[in-house]
């Protein structure tokens, strides 16, 4: 079994930052479904690649941490379709914000934990 390597001030604090934009980023995703009158099922479809991120971020894997990024990179698509899309919407803008923060609070978060756990086995 592999032993947990106690997070530093700075990925502690990226940790926290990371769960606060993706519960941002999911409310974001919903309310933008619902405004366009979407159903539940919408809802969670367009969520379930955001929810595996509770998995990944508990287990505290970073090679899944990546792959989050990676499908991340498919919701910054989409935000910047819709902010060109739809002009002067705030939610989207918001979107585009949200998704650009969780994708370099995690990217960072990968970085700088990546270090730790590499001096804590060395």
Known sequence: MKQFVQRG?????????????????????????????????????????????IWFAVRDNLRLLIWHEVALLFYFISAVEAAFAYQADVLSIVGLGLVTGQFTVCMLYIRYRGREVRAATT
Do not use: H, K, N, Y
């Open 9 to 53: 001030a700075l990925t502690e604090s990226m940790w926290w930052i990371m769960w606060v934009t993706w519960l941002s980023f999911l409310v974001q995703q919903a309310a933008d479904v619902e405004r366009f009158s979407g159903t539940v099922a919408l809802v969670g479809l367009r969520c379930l690649p955001l929810a595996l991120f």
